[in-house]
């Protein structure tokens, strides 16, 4: 079992910053990717960003240049650095991860989310 820890979540102004970190923790496992998405009140859970094993990223189209998604393999910890963070993007942000535990099969793995909320 693999469990996936969400922190730095909290209230900031608009155009303040904040990082999330998710850290993974458990059974031993290969890393594949990882990843951070938000859901806002009302709408669909949408991607983020992702990390791959290689360090490659992905991330929403209207996210890039302001949202950096950075890994710590040694630490199992992803994190997630929000610049100039805007109020429609209060929201929960989950943590994913796409990994296989040794011994066991490839699994997807959610955190419990932590919130973000962006107002004056």
């Known amino acids: 079992q693999v469990q996936l820890v969400e922190s730095g979540g909290g209230l900031v102004q608009p155009g303040w910053s904040l990082r999330l970190s998710c850290a993974a923790s458990g059974s031993t496992f290969s890393f594949n990717s990882m990843g951070w998405y938000r859901q806002a009140p009302g709408k669909m859970c949408e991607l983020v960003a992702i990390?791959?094993?290689?360090?490659?990223?992905n991330y929403a189209d209207p996210l890039k240049g302001r949202f950096t998604i950075s890994k710590v393999n040694a630490k199992n910890t992803v994190y997630l650095e929000m610049i100039s963070l805007k109020p429609e993007e209060t929201a929960v942000y989950y943590c994913?991860?796409?990994?296989?535990?040794?011994?066991?099969?490839?699994?997807?793995?959610w955190g419990q989310g932590t919130q973000v909320t962006v107002s004056s």
């Open positions: 990390i791959t094993r290689g360090g490659s990223t």
């Open positions: 994913n991860a796409k990994l296989k535990v040794v011994g066991e099969y490839g699994h997807e793995y």
